[in-house]
């Protein structure tokens, strides 16, 4: 199990940029894959980048994708989203999470809200981006 912690959530007009850190405890986290998913209020938690255990594999939301960025450090113990060109539709708290296991697109495609197959969650930090 590994513990995580965001933060560089905040308020932002759009066209703005704002970058998430996610801290992970433990000596283990270089074994673990990361993701970064968002609810909005009122609406289901959604995917947003997953990143591998290496950092060489990423994949995007079609809603994010040329906007956001993920990387990871994993001497650092930490994973990084890049949020660039930021939309008000953009607001919602976003969470990191991390699991061993890396699905391929195909079979991360069939996995569902809110965990995603994902084993341990941050708590989440509020994204809000003003028109």
């Known amino acids: 199990q590994v513990q995580l912690v965001e933060s560089g959530g905040g308020l932002v007009q759009a066209g703005g940029s704002l970058r998430l850190s996610c801290a992970a405890s433990g000596r283990t986290f270089s074994l673990y894959a990361m993701g970064w998913f968002r609810q909005a209020p009122g609406k289901e938690r959604e995917f947003v980048a997953r990143i591998n255990r290496s950092g060489g594999s990423t994949y995007y939301a079609d809603s994010v994708t040329g906007r956001f960025t993920t990387s990871r450090d994993n001497a650092k113990n930490a994973a990084y989203l890049q949020m660039n060109s930021l939309k008000p539709e953009d607001t919602a708290v976003y969470y990191c999470?991390?699991?061993?296991?890396?699905?391929?697109?195909?079979?991360?495609?069939?996995?569902?809200?809110?965990?995603?197959?994902?084993?341990?969650w941050g708590k989440g930090t509020l994204v809000t981006v003003s028109s």
């Open positions: 999470a991390a699991d061993r296991s890396w699905a391929d697109p195909d079979t991360f495609a069939t996995m569902k809200p809110p965990y995603y197959g994902m084993s341990d």
